[in-house]
T-cell receptor, first 116, second 109 residues
Framework: EAGVAQSPRYKIIEKRQSVAFWCNPISGHATLYWYQQILGQGPKLLIQFQNNGVVDDSQLPKDRFSAERLKGVDSTLKIQPAKLEDSAVYLC??????????????FGPGTRLTVL | TQLLEQSPQFLSIQEGENLTVYCNSSSVFSSLQWYRQEPGEGPVLLVTVVTGGEVKKLKRLTFQFGDARKDSSLHITAAQPGDTGLYLCAGVGTYKYIFGTGTRLKVLA
């Protein structure tokens, strides 16, 4: 079974530039998550989709971050414009069910973003 | 805001030693998960504990969920260099995961 795919793996941009990350979840997984992980810290949930609907985006900085999952499969996360503090690893994860106590998240390898 | 504090934050030990990592919160979770993350990779699930007081063993790793379902511990017996990594607990609530602050473990040969 193929895992969660993410691209690019690395990205270096100047502050105020725009960047987009792509994620393809495991086939059949209805729930997709985007996390931001600052170096050495635990992942922080940015947005959670159930199929193509948003379940939780309470921690997404909506003035600069946007995400979509138009066909309920793959997803893109965009930052526009980027700030220095956006330097982090952006992890995508998917899970089969959205049901309490019954979900294993499968993570992609992440995209390491450096903002100069 | 729900928070999961892990301690210690960093741990460097010799091969063969035992260690315990703690995950504490003031919130109750329906279940709690432990993940291990290696450099350049995403976290990988080790275990899910669901019932208060539950203990699960995975080879040399022992996981315990607190009676009140607010805290958990991970105990590693006879640590090996292959155990090196970032250990993350994650509280599972209503359609939401809250990840802990992480414990970075280094096991020296």
């Amino acid at each position: 079974e193929a895992g969660v795919a993410q691209s690019p793996r690395y990205k270096i941009i100047e502050k105020r530039q725009s960047v987009a990350f792509w994620c393809n979840p495991i086939s059949g997984h209805a729930t997709l998550y985007w996390y931001q992980q600052i170096l050495g810290q635990g992942p922080k949930l940015l947005i959670q989709f159930q199929n193509n609907g948003v379940v939780d985006d309470s921690q997404l900085p909506k003035d600069r971050f946007s995400a979509e999952r138009l066909k309920g499969v793959d997803s893109t996360l965009k930052i526009q414009p980027a700030k220095l503090e956006d330097s982090a690893v952006y992890l995508c994860a998917s899970s089969f069910h959205l049901r309490e106590g019954d979900h294993e998240q499968f993570f992609g390898p992440g995209t390491r973003l450096t903002v100069l | 805001t729900q928070l999961l504090e892990q301690s210690p934050q960093f741990l460097s030990i010799q091969e063969g030693e035992n260690l315990t990592v703690y995950c504490n919160s003031s919130s109750v979770f329906s279940s709690l998960q432990w993940y291990r993350q290696e450099p350049g990779e995403g976290p990988v699930l080790l275990v899910t504990v669901v019932t208060g007081g539950e203990v699960k063993k995975l080879k040399r790793l022992t996981f315990q969920f607190g009676d009140a379902r607010k805290d958990s511990s991970l105990h590693i017996t006879a640590a090996q260099p292959g155990d090196t990594g970032l250990y993350l607990c994650a509280g599972v609530g209503t359609y939401k995961y809250i990840f802990g602050t992480g414990t970075r473990l280094k096991v020296l040969a």
